[in-house]
């Protein structure tokens, strides 16, 4: 199944669109297959994912200040920076740098999508 769609999030900001695109490619696993499989091609449907059933929730424990002697000397970290971190297991994590003060640095390992419902608009395309 392919489809066209807008994304927004819980304050109805647009935060994705396929129309650039040629379309989207569903995998049955999506989160948003069981909303659109009954579409015929050209119908089209609007409908919002709770945030538990997209990328969850928002959790605290993944927000964490750093004190700025634990980054290396010559690295200056900058508000809204998307940085990698090595995890301890040697695997790496993708963390947002949500704050920087002359000690700190607070950084949030959530997924920028965590905690929002999604409204979808969706095209069925084929």
């Known amino acids: 199944m392919i ?3 807008k994304c927004y999030d819980d304050k109805n900001d ?3 669109d396929s129309s650039l695109t040629n379309g989207f490619k569903v995998p049955a696993n999506h989160f948003i297959y069981q909303k659109i499989r009954n579409l015929a091609v050209g119908d089209k449907k609007t409908f919002t994912i709770p945030y538990d059933q997209a990328y969850g929730p928002r959790y605290e424990v993944l927000i964490q200040k750093i004190p700025r002697q634990d ?3 010559d690295y200056e970290p900058v508000q809204g920076q998307r940085i990698h971190l ?3 297991d040697a695997g790496w994590i993708d963390v947002l ?3 920087v003060t002359e000690d700190s640095i607070t950084i949030d390992a959530n997924h920028e ?3 929002i419902a999604l409204t979808f608009k969706v095209e069925r395309m084929e």
């Open 113 to 115: 999508l965590a905690g």
């Open 97 to 99: 740098i949500t704050a």
């Open 71 to 73: 980054l290396p000397e």
């Open 3 to 5: 489809i066209h769609y």
């Open 14 to 16: 647009k935060i994705d």
């Open 86 to 88: 090595q995890k301890a």
